[in-house]
């Protein structure tokens, strides 16, 4: 999932009055407080940034995002997973208010996992876990208030005998913490896991079949996709063209998100980082943009970023 704001992770309330709409001029992205969106919306800042725009990330929990786009407070979201996210979006793609205008990664997956010892054991399956509750201590380990609700649904009405069970709600580095803490005294933990993440090289783990009503088939096997508030790409063609033409790979954000999580680099950094290990992107990602005065963006782009 230096990556929360404590009060926006939990899904504290904000203001979220319709606003006069944004100059171009200033960016307005969001993201949960995920890694991999971390590092992606990173990537988008910095490139903006880089052509003169004024550029913000702020850190909120899924539905404000929603809520603040559709209310005109934010502009862009890098992270909408389909189907995982579905249940979120529907009420703004049958109101028109968020529209996906492209998808920036194929290849991700996104269901419950657990430690390779406990799959050894036999614990393949969501119908598994209910027949070892005190080796789980009830507990299905999440994120952060707001993004679970299909944890939360699978467990209630998913007939997994799970009803009695509590989900942990916490960080995205919470959750992993408390991950690394059972592998390391060989305890059993059901968590949520996907990738792209560096927690698929970092823990020997299984994601387990039985959760396609909640996450979808193929252990929730995802496309993730841009999505802009109604009307932003016509407002702000410029932005909006280098937002729906970024698109990234699961081995570059294994990698990027290795430099947040295991590395301790900062977002930017992490970012930095990326594009300067990847400077061919810039072509296809700055294809028909200008700066925000209007020069070729692709050459002003790497001038600033050293490339």
């Not at 800042?45 to 003169?52: E, Y």
């Not at 069970?165 to 592998?183: K, P, Y």
């Not at 992490?270 to 070729?296: F, S």
Request: proline share 5%.
């Amino acid at each position: 999932m230096n990556i929360l704001k404590a009060a926006l992770a939990t899904g504290a309330l904000v203001s979220i009055a319709p606003l006069a709409q944004a100059d171009c001029g200033q960016v307005r992205l969001a993201q949960p407080g995920w890694s991999d969106l971390a590092l992606t919306s990173g990537i988008a800042q910095i490139l903006l940034d880089s052509l003169g725009y004024e550029t913000s990330v702020d850190l909120l929990s899924i539905p404000i995002i929603y809520e603040s786009m559709t209310s005109g407070r934010i502009d862009a979201f890098l992270g909408y997973w389909d189907p995982a996210m579905e249940k979120y979006y529907a009420p703004y793609r049958a109101s028109g208010e968020v529209e996906t205008v492209s998808q920036n990664l194929e290849g991700a997956k996104y269901t419950w996992a657990v430690p390779a010892y406990v799959y050894e054991a036999g614990v393949t399956d969501f119908a598994d876990i209910a027949a070892h509750p005190q080796e789980f201590d009830r507990k299905l380990y999440g994120l952060s208030p707001g993004s679970n609700d299909s944890m939360i649904s699978a467990k209630e009405t998913g007939g997994f005998g799970l009803e009695d069970w509590d989900v942990v709600e916490s960080s995205e580095q919470g959750m992993l913490a408390q991950v690394q803490r059972a592998v390391k005294r060989q305890d059993w933990i059901v968590f949520l896991g996907w990738a792209p993440h560096p927690m698929n090289t970092r823990f020997d783990m299984r994601y387990l079949t039985g959760g396609d009503a909640f996450y979808g088939p193929h252990f929730g096997g995802a496309t993730v996709h841009t999505q802009f508030r109604k009307g932003y790409g016509a407002e702000c063609p410029n932005v909006g063209r280098l937002l729906e033409q970024l698109a990234f790979t699961v081995d570059m954000e294994n990698v990027g998100m290795g430099y947040i999580l295991d590395d301790g680099m900062t977002e930017t950094e992490a970012a930095t980082r990326v594009l300067e290990e990847n400077p061919g992107m810039l072509d296809a990602w700055l294809d028909g943009v200008e700066t925000r005065d209007g020069a070729p963006a692709l050459a002003a782009a790497k001038a600033e970023l050293g490339l």
